[in-house]
């Protein structure tokens, strides 16, 4: 009897390795469910003209965005579909481009390439890392975290421009000289239908209490700009226009009121010398006839 138990045991314990064996051979040769990956790369360029404060602010950008690879400068700003075929030959599906006009006037293009969206936008009050000198630092090819106000969520355009800054500023974790650290935040906030830009360093320690209980705080590294939204079309650099600001003024018509705002105090200058000239004349009085000149001419 007893030996009818062992063998009836060990056929049991066979059955079992028998279907273990086979569930880790379903397991082994079922499909493997790919995980999405991050595949985002931005092409930055510039046009030619830009001064050295727009080509320290791209120095800046590059170095807070491990994922971007530079290239050489556009030489024509009238052919801006090349610009698609350019981040094609770069293996780049973003583009960061810097258009300068008359050595003054900054405007970015934030595009995803080849089929678009892009973006143009008025880069205003510039203050660049070295400019600013803040206590801040961050570890280049860190990862930063985006912060974003909630009036984006509240218009269309915004959420579509937080859509493709996602992309273009977000770091992938398989970029090639991103290093696995998240020790900076990178925040847009919009205002006055402008959208401002600021860098902080994540601290999780007070320098003064080093020994203390961790206090997590912000402190501000740069760059610091301003980007007024001109135009979102549909295409990368050309298509339909999707959305168009109605109260953004160019830098030229600014200009050019400033100067005929000069020209009307210059004028109501020489018309208040006129006048007074005039009320010269008029308290004149007649000559007299018996005067001393004329007496003893």
């Known amino acids: 009897m007893a030996s009818l138990l062992k063998e009836k045991k060990v056929k049991d314990a066979k059955g079992k390795r028998k279907a273990d064996a086979m569930e880790l051979d379903e397991q082994e040769h079922a499909p493997a469910t790919k995980k999405p990956r991050n595949k985002q790369r931005v092409l930055m360029l510039s046009s030619r003209?830009?001064?050295?404060?727009?080509r320290h602010l791209m120095n800046d950008?590059?170095?807070?965005?491990?994922?971007?690879?530079?290239?050489?400068?556009?030489?024509?700003?009238?052919?801006?579909?090349?610009?698609p075929e350019l981040a094609d030959l770069n293996n780049c599906n973003n583009t960061l481009y810097f258009e300068a006009r008359r050595h003054e006037?900054?405007?970015?293009?934030?595009?995803?390439?080849p089929n678009g969206p892009s973006i143009k936008m008025h880069v205003q009050n510039v203050h660049t890392m070295d400019e600013l000198k803040?206590?801040?630092?961050c570890l280049k090819g860190s990862r930063g975290v985006l912060s974003f106000s909630k009036e984006f969520d509240e218009t269309e355009w915004g959420k579509l421009t937080k859509e493709v800054f996602t992309h273009i500023f977000g770091v992938p974790p398989q970029a090639r000289k991103a290093k696995p650290f998240v020790d900076h935040v990178l925040t847009f906030s919009i205002l006055d239908h402008k959208i401002w830009f600021r860098n902080f360093q994540i601290v999780e320690k007070d320098p003064l209490q080093p020994n203390g209980l961790p206090q997590t705080s912000l402190v501000e590294i740069g760059p610091r700009f301003v980007l007024t939204p001109i135009r979102i079309f549909e295409g990368a650099f050309n298509?339909?226009?999707?959305?168009?600001?109605?109260?953004?003024?160019?830098?030229?018509?600014?200009?050019?009121?400033?100067?005929?705002?000069?020209?009307d105090k210059y004028g109501h200058r020489k018309h208040a010398q006129a006048e007074r000239g005039l009320r010269k004349d008029r308290?004149?009085?007649?000559?007299?006839?018996?005067a001393v000149a004329k007496v003893f001419a």
């Open 49 to 54: 003209g830009i001064n050295h404060r727009m």
């Open 61 to 83: 950008l590059e170095a807070l965005l491990p994922h971007v690879k530079k290239d050489s400068k556009l030489d024509s700003k009238n052919h801006l579909n090349l610009l």
């Open 105 to 113: 006037d900054l405007y970015l293009w934030a595009a995803k390439t």
């Open 134 to 137: 803040m206590t801040g630092n």
């Open 239 to 263: 298509g339909a226009t999707v959305y168009s600001n109605p109260e953004f003024v160019t830098p030229t018509a600014v200009r050019s009121a400033l100067r005929r705002e000069k020209g």
């Open 283 to 290: 308290r004149k009085l007649a000559e007299n006839e018996l």
